[in-house]
């Protein structure tokens, strides 16, 4: 049991790790190049490790693996697509997010000790939260694309990209407040205050 414990906390501190570096690393990989070619292949060892984390079960391994490869491909093959092929991406990224989220939670709290393993595995369902509701708002932003509103003055650009509904994300599960972006349509406010309510009640 203490082996199975320690390969655990193994794999939910590099998950956490890595989700957080994908966090710090996204916007200096946002233009084509060499910088954008290695977050793409950041991402796939993200979706990769977290596929890991959950190997608890085969059938965990499996339902990942057929959730996490539509999108894979999808980025590494038409990274660019803005049609229809992006949006396939978009909804099985957040269906993998939304699993990989179960999965860990039910392995966090099925324990009442507060090891490190459940520390990391609650840190990560929170980096997880933010990421997974990024691309709930994307899915929204591809359907309505005046959905978000930029300010001008303090964004280059009219329309939102997937950093700005990143950045969003975590604004908003954090309650902090995303300045600068402002949700535009009655179903971005109601996602907005979700997500708003679940970072804090999850906290």
């Known amino acids: 049991m203490p082996q199975q414990s320690r390969s655990t906390e193994r794999k939910f501190s590099a998950l956490f790790v890595l989700l957080l570096l994908y966090l710090v690393l996204y916007p200096y990989g946002q233009n084509a190049g060499f910088s954008f070619l290695a ?20 059938k965990y391994i499996w339902f990942a693996v057929i959730l996490a490869v539509p999108a894979m491909l999808q980025r590494i093959l038409v990274p660019t697509d803005p049609g229809a092929l992006s949006l396939v991406s978009i909804v099985f990224g957040f269906a993998f997010d939304l699993f990989i989220i179960s999965v860990v939670f039910q392995r966090v709290f099925m324990t009442d000790d507060p090891t490190r393993e459940a520390i990391f595995g609650a840190l990560c369902i929170y980096l997880l939260i933010g990421f997974g509701f990024s691309r709930v708002y994307g899915m929204l932003a591809s359907v309505q694309p005046h959905a978000f509103y930029l300010e001008p003055t303090v964004n280059a650009h009219p329309i939102v990209d997937r950093f700005d509904l990143i950045y969003y994300s975590f604004a908003t599960v954090t309650c902090i407040g995303a300045s600068g972006i402002t949700p535009a349509t009655t179903q971005a406010r109601s996602l907005t205050v979700i997500e708003s309510v679940l970072g804090a009640l999850y906290l």
Do not use: K, Q
Not at 39 to 58: C, H, Q
């Open 39 to 58: 977050l793409r292949v950041f991402g796939v060892a993200v979706t990769v490790l977290s596929i890991y984390a959950v190997s608890f079960e085969r």
